[in-house]
Nanobody, 122 residues
Framework: VQLQASGGGLVQPGGSLRLSCAASGGIFSVNLMAWYRQAPGQQRELIATITSDGSTDYADVVKARFTISRDNAKNTAYLQMNSLKPEDTAVYYC?????????????????WGQGTEVTVSS
């Protein structure tokens, strides 16, 4: 199973970006999906989660500005980021809890994407 995150870039304060996270490979089902971010010199922080039935939760620092969504048919999660601030500058990572298969093996575990960089600057 692989997670591919994309959509980062340079944006001015007040602008918007939409990140995508696509899971592929031997997948029975994708359960909880989440977005994290890690700013320079900071620890990685959880910012948004979404369950398979669409229930969402957000860290206070992004609530009302960011929206997490998913397309279960595409095994893809999205993070719509509006009203971006310089303090949102970070590498954004996605994770997914996946029921996977491969060869003669099956299991459930968390997988991580490679990260996509978001820079908010004028």
């Amino acid at each position: 199973v692989q997670l591919q995150a994309s959509g980062g870039g340079l944006v001015q304060p007040g602008g918007s970006l939409r990140l995508s996270c696509a899971a592929s490979g031997g997948i029975f089902s994708v359960n909880l999906m989440a977005w994290y971010r890690q700013a320079p010199g900071q620890q990685r922080e959880l910012i948004a989660t979404i369950t398979s039935d669409g229930s969402t939760d957000y860290a206070d620092v992004v609530k009302a500005r960011f929206t997490i969504s998913r397309d279960n048919a595409k095994n893809t999660a999205y993070l719509q980021m509006n009203s971006l601030k310089p303090e949102d500058t970070a590498v954004y990572y996605c994770s997914a809890n996946v029921d996977w298969y491969g060869g003669d093996s099956v299991g459930r575990r968390d997988f991580w994407g490679q990260g996509t960089e978001v820079t908010v600057s004028s």
